[in-house]
T-cell receptor, first 108, second 113 residues
Framework: KNEVEQSPQNLTAQEGEFITINCSYS?????LHWLQQHPGGGIVSLFM???GKKKHGRLIATINIQEKHSSLHITASHPRDSAVYIC??????????FGKGTKLSVKP | DSGVTQTPKHLITATGQRVTLRCSPR?????VYWYQQSLDQGLQFLIQ???????AKGNILERFSAQQFPDLHSELNLSSLELGDSALYFC????????????FGPGTRLTVL
């Protein structure tokens, strides 16, 4: 079993839809990261959170430490949100342990 | 732009060869992480340096080595290359070791033929 599990693996949405990507982890962590990988390959850090909820524009990330679960929400989705979204947890050395990613495609 | 630079962007080489990938962290960041992204394994942690010293090791092969120089740039050396080493190699930097936000470079795409 992977230490970081994401669902769904693939997600297709219509423009304007509300999107949720889930992440469950089995290791003890002090922080969880949400990353976005563009089709060109570049990786951008979206959020780092250790409790509660964070919001940036149309993106919202939540974490429940007791349940070892995090969600990434995208409101009013847009084709430019199409990317791979990766959940990662901070390992004991500060390195990241990654989920396999969720490939999101938003259709106009 | 994360402020982390990596060179080269693309590298095509043959099996058995040796290559060096270079990473310059964001100004002020002391910690550099190297990650490998392959189609079958996804993103995996290779190695971390903090202020010139090796801090943590992940799934790094013995054929691979890295170092961080006094100016804090880092190099990842890959030798006796095999077809399976073809991957995207990312470096990331953070202010310190431990639990800080990491900023990723654009990656180096290595193709071994």
């Amino acid at each position: 079993k992977n230490e970081v599990e994401q669902s769904p693996q693939n997600l297709t949405a219509q423009e304007g839809e509300f999107i949720t990507i889930n992440c469950s982890y089995s290791v003890g962590i002090s922080a969880l990261h949400w990353l976005q990988q563009h089709p060109g390959g570049g990786i951008v850090s979206l959020f780092m959170l250790s409790s509660g909820k964070k919001k940036h524009g149309r993106l919202i990330a939540t974490i429940n430490i007791q349940e070892k679960h995090s969600s990434l929400h995208i409101t009013a989705s847009h084709p430019r949100d199409s990317a791979v979204y990766i959940c990662a947890v901070g390992g004991s050395q500060g390195n990241l342990i990654f989920g396999k990613g969720t490939k999101l495609s938003v259709k106009p | 732009d994360s402020g982390v630079t990596q060179t080269p962007k693309h590298l095509i080489t043959a099996t058995g060869q040796r290559v060096t990938l270079r990473c310059s962290p964001r100004s002020g960041d002391l910690s550099v992480y190297w990650y490998q992204q392959s189609l079958d394994q996804g993103l995996q942690f290779l190695i971390q340096y903090y202020n010139g010293e090796e801090r943590a090791k992940g799934n790094i092969l013995e054929r691979f080595s890295a170092q961080q120089f006094p100016d804090l740039h880092s190099e990842l050396n890959l030798s006796s290359l095999e077809l399976g080493d073809s991957a995207l190699y990312f470096c990331a930097s953070s202010v310190a070791g431990g639990y800080n936000e990491q900023f990723f470079g654009p990656g180096t795409r290595l193709t071994v033929l």
